[in-house]
Every structure is written in C-alpha cells, then in structure tokens.
C-alpha cells in the first residue's frame, strides 16, 4: 500500500433475524460468501455503540423481528449519519408485492428470501455493489 492510502474496511454482512437457528444458518453462509457474517437478535442492534454495526458494509434485516418491525430498523439505518448509505435487503419467508414495495420505499435496497439462500445473497450482494459503483 502506499503512502497517503487509507486500507479499505474489511467488508462484514451483519444478519438482524429473531430466530437463533436462522441466525446460525446466515453465519454458515460466511465461508461460501467469502465474507464475516454476523448474526443478532434485533435486541443486540446497537447503531451508536456496537462496532459490528457501525463497520457493516451490509445488513440483511428480517421483515418481522419479533417485538418490532424490520422497517424500523430499516428507518433507523437511513436516519443514521454514518450507517446511511449501507446497503439493506430485507428478508421474508412470504414476500408479498405490497411488502416488497413498502420495503423500498423505505429505502431497502433489495428484499430476499429465507431461507437464507448463498447464491441469493451474492447476486443480490453484487448487483446493490454495481448500481452504487455505476452511480
């Protein structure tokens, strides 16, 4: 590397779903991802204190998280000043075209399937990565 260049961040998905076997099978996707997953419960997302948040390059939040919805942690996501521009894909087992729009207008960048599918992910992954290098 040379002088005056900063090193990337490491690139991190973090995985926000209130089932712990779904969460156990998003951080089996690590290996085939190529990339550190991280898993929590909605309870342990932290958008001022936890570094695995705040060094995310990607999160994959659950529509329904249990004591709260999703689209409010989607909001609070966009409303942060550092996480903001973070790409978000929401996951759903049923993934209606009502939720699928709603989910976009509140600034997902994707919605996806659980679940949870590698070769899903990566696409989804990769295309969000090109429209934002294209832009």
């Known amino acids: 590397m040379s002088e005056g260049q900063e090193e990337a961040p490491p690139k991190s998905v973090v995985v926000v779903d209130p089932d712990p076997g779904c969460r156990n099978r998003a951080e089996d ?22 570094e695995e948040v705040l060094s995310a390059t990607a999160f994959i939040i ?20 550092v996480l903001s521009g973070i790409p978000v894909i929401i996951a759903t087992d049923t993934p209606l075209a009502s939720m699928v729009k709603c989910a976009m207008r509140h600034g997902a960048d994707s919605v996806c399937l659980k679940p949870y599918d590698v070769d899903e992910l990566r696409a989804k992954l990769t295309a969000i990565e090109t ?5």
Do not use: N
Not at 29 to 48: G, H, K, N, Y
Not at 131 to 135: H, I, R, V
């Open 131 to 135: 429209a934002k290098q294209a832009a």
């Open 29 to 50: 996707l690590e290996d085939d991802l190529e990339i550190p997953v991280i898993a929590m419960d909605s309870m342990d997302f932290e958008t001022e204190s936890s």
């Open 62 to 81: 659950s529509w329904d998280l249990g004591i709260r919805s999703g689209l409010d942690l989607l909001e609070e996501i966009r409303r942060h000043e």
